[in-house]
């Protein structure tokens, strides 16, 4: 007796997909904490001061909190900064979308906005130094508030 095998048509190979980044497939509310994290880019722009003028127009100024170290554009004190700061704001998937002051390119606007994060993201590019490379930070262009005097002199406009 022979034995026949017969030659069966194997299933077509699936293509492995890569799975999406997180930042893509999932919303704020969905982000663990060291996702949450990671999408701050460390620009800086959101630790500088901002002023509002008689109409209510919100303008960006160049001046920088006591705590933003800006060679670095963090914080000196992230995990006290609420304590110490009592205007220092907390992001939340709750709060992100009523905060009108998150700049156009803060990472936490773009996701609540359904849309990508550019090139020059630490999470796209993989390189925390990007962000200052492109010109997106405050680095090299904030100055400390010890130094600023009158803070209506330092109004930027960070979209240029």
């Not at 799975?19 to 994290?37: G, N, V």
């Not at 963090?74 to 998937?93: E, F, G, I």
Request: aromatic share 6%; proline share 8%.
């Amino acid at each position: 007796m022979n034995l026949v095998r017969r030659n069966k048509p194997r299933p077509a190979a699936k293509a492995i997909e890569p799975s999406l980044p997180f930042w893509k497939s999932k919303k704020l509310s969905q982000m663990d904490a060291d996702e949450w994290e990671s999408l701050c880019d460390g620009c800086g722009k959101c630790c500088l001061h901002k002023i509002e003028d008689e109409d209510g127009t919100l303008n960006f100024t160049r001046v920088a909190c006591p705590m933003l170290r800006l060679p670095e554009c963090r914080c000196s004190d992230y995990r006290n900064r609420n304590t110490k700061m009592h205007d220092c704001v907390t992001l939340t998937a709750t709060n992100v979308p009523h905060i009108d002051w998150l700049p156009s390119t803060c990472a936490y606007r773009l996701i609540d906005e359904g849309k990508d994060l550019p090139w020059w993201h630490p999470l796209v590019s993989g390189d925390p130094e990007t962000v200052h490379a492109a010109g997106q930070s405050a680095r090299d262009r904030a100055i400390p508030e010890s130094k600023a005097g009158n803070i209506e002199r330092h109004v930027v406009d960070w979209s240029a």
